[in-house]
């Protein structure tokens, strides 16, 4: 196909726009909306139709059969009728549709009459504040100095150094076995065992159209971790003296970066969990407003992001805490 034919193929097929029902003729405002549809040619006013020959019954005819009156003409009818968005693919038109009913249909709007949410919801894009959008849907790039493992023992707090843990979420979902705590001691104090049980659950990968609720991302960040025992004993020496945060990177499937998307700090006096060979972190407070969450951490020394080459997904990493994160 030549470019002035597949040009005119595009320009036939984009036909379809998006129109919204309005209780009052006149000037359109978003208040009077009742009714939002896709459609081509002159689908918009076939719901007048409908209502005039009383075709089906629904809360949209009855709205619409109080505001026509029996005189109706075409003149009368069109002034209920406003074309939102025009020019579009059947796709592009059903995602547009979509994403009006989603603004109108709740708090932000009027309440619709639209038996369905419509036909593209799975594209619909979030509405979501634009810190948000920079914590789910972007990265800025930090150098961060990390920490090895072998380094904690002589880890040394002061009022400018704040240790994060690191540590790895994933965008695929994984299976593992459920398991309960005992009444056994752990192998340290304050930690105590757990035994798996034989039922299987299945934790969902990360998206950026789906991230997790803040319960899921605990549960991703909080089981289970290669630490040594006596790492988890210098960990808990420095959480006697300061703050010790744990941040959970997600990797980014359209980037390919792993960015920090949740950050809680970890709680001294909460109990570790050993399931005999690894260790669950005790999450405390989460840190809605940490300066790191929607950041790609690089290594001070070169552009390496942090966990790169990392199989144990979990690292450390010192945080110039000047800015001190709240909830």
């Known amino acids: 196909m030549d470019s002035e034919a597949a040009q005119a193929a595009s320009s036939a097929a984009n036909v379809h726009y998006v129109y919204a029902l309005v209780r009052r003729p006149g000037k359109f405002a978003l208040e009077d909306v009742f009714y939002i549809g896709k459609g081509k040619a002159l689908r918009a006013l076939s719901h007048f139709e409908a209502a005039k020959k009383d075709l ?5 005819i009855d709205q619409i059969k109080s505001i026509l009156g029996d005189e109706a003409t075409v ?37 619709l ?5 419509g036909h593209g919801q799975q594209e619909t894009p979030l509405l979501v504040p634009v810190a948000d959008a920079r914590i ?11 920490v090895s493992s072998d380094q904690l023992a002589s880890f040394r707090v002061n009022d400018g150094r704040t240790l994060v843990i690191l540590v790895k979420g994933g965008t695929a979902a994984i299976d593992e076995p459920a398991s309960v705590v005992t009444e056994e001691a752990g192998p340290i104090d304050r930690s105590v ?3 798996y049980v034989k039922q299987i659950r299945t934790l969902r990968g990360w998206s950026p159209e789906a991230p997790w609720t803040h319960s899921e991302a605990a549960e991703r960040a909080s089981v289970w971790w290669p630490i040594s025992q ?14 010790v945060e744990i941040a959970l990177l997600v990797r980014d499937p359209r980037s390919g970066s792993s960015v920090v998307r949740y950050a809680w700090r970890l709680d001294p006096q909460k109990n570790w969990l050993f399931d005999g060979k690894r260790w669950g972190l005790p999450l405390g407070q989460a840190l ?9 951490l690089l290594r001070s020394d070169n552009s390496r992001q942090v966990l790169v080459g990392n199989a144990s997904g ?14």
Not at 56 to 60: D, G, I, L, T, W
């Open 113 to 117: 009459l639209n038996l369905q949410r």
């Open 314 to 327: 979990i690292g450390y990493a010192v945080r110039a805490s000047s800015n001190e994160t709240t909830s």
């Open 75 to 111: 003149d009368t009818i069109e002034a209920h009728c406003y074309v939102l968005v025009g020019d579009l693919s059947e796709r592009d038109a059903y995602n547009v549709e979509s994403l009006f009913i989603k603004m109108l249909g709740g708090p932000m709007g009027p309440q």
């Open 288 to 296: 809605e407003e940490h300066p790191w969450r929607g950041v790609k």
């Open 230 to 243: 006596a790492n988890v004993g210098h960990i808990r020496r420095i959480t006697e003296r300061a703050n």
């Open 193 to 195: 065992r757990v035994e």
């Open 136 to 146: 789910y849907f972007d990265a800025v790039e930090e150098h961060v100095d990390r």
């Open 56 to 60: 089906y019954a629904s809360a949209k």
